[in-house]
């Protein structure tokens, strides 16, 4: 089966730096995603990662492991409006294969 | 550029009415994806159309679950009779292309209550 595993929960302090792993066991790979989605609203992309390695966006970081089928997602300098749940998604075939998610909680 | 439109945005209906959910997505997009999300089962892909024709309808759940898209900016998910646990935020997405890579562009979500 194709699976993507990564933590129901984070809690961290604001201003902190926090980790979100992923691990993945999928049929096909593209690539490996990140989205955000706040209560209440909708996905929105972070982050894509195709090869091995970090990819920064401001704060934000993307790592993959294709060799070790992991990835993760870095949080830098957390503020308040980070508090969302972020799900990892790696492309297989024509779609992409979702996580359950991860709520991040900042706390003050 | 508008994003991807849903409506309505809520919908409350009584176990055994029809509901339909409409999608408008982004111009020049030919990938559109229907989600269901709940808290018990995450987000899950109902259907994908690329190019109108529908490529995957695995996750559909029954046979009261039925999607359209007569045209490359319009969609349906029709849901006949409703049930309860038809409950859920459903969102469509869009994107350019059949490449899964490509990011998956998301209208804001139908939240559908079924009493």
């Known amino acids: 089966g194709q699976s993507l595993e990564q933590p129901s929960e984070v809690t961290a302090v604001e201003g902190a730096i926090v980790q979100i792993n992923c691990t993945y066991q999928?049929?096909?790979?593209?690539?490996l995603s990140w989205y955000q989605q706040h209560d209440g609203g909708a996905p929105t992309f972070l982050s894509y990662?195709?090869l091995d390695g970090l990819e920064e966006t401001g704060r934000f970081s993307s790592f993959l492991s294709r060799s070790d089928s992991y990835g993760y997602l870095l949080l830098q300098e957390l503020q308040m409006k980070d508090s969302a749940s972020y799900f990892c998604?790696?492309?297989?075939?024509?779609?992409?294969?979702w996580g359950a998610g991860t709520k991040l909680i900042i706390k003050p | 550029d508008a994003g991807v439109i849903q409506s309505p945005r809520h919908e409350v209906t009584e176990m055994g009415q029809e509901v339909t959910l409409r999608c408008k997505p982004i111009?020049?997009?030919?990938?559109l994806f229907w989600y269901r999300q709940t808290m018990m089962r995450g987000l899950e892909l109902l259907i994908y159309?690329?190019?109108?024709?529908?490529?995957?309808d695995s996750g559909m759940p029954e046979d009261r679950f039925s999607a359209k898209m007569p045209n490359a900016s319009f969609s349906t998910l029709k849901i006949q009779p409703s049930e309860p646990r038809d409950s859920a935020v459903y969102f469509c997405?869009?994107?350019?292309?059949?490449?899964?890579?490509?990011?998956?562009?998301f209208g804001p979500g139908t939240r559908l209550t079924v009493l």
């Open positions: 997405a869009s994107r350019t292309s059949g490449r899964p890579t490509d990011t998956q562009y």
């Open positions: 111009s020049g997009h030919n990938s």
């Open positions: 159309f690329n190019n109108n024709v529908p490529i995957d």
């Open positions: 999928t049929s096909g790979f593209y690539g």
């Open positions: 990662n195709a």
């Open positions: 998604a790696v492309g297989s075939n024509y779609q992409l294969i």
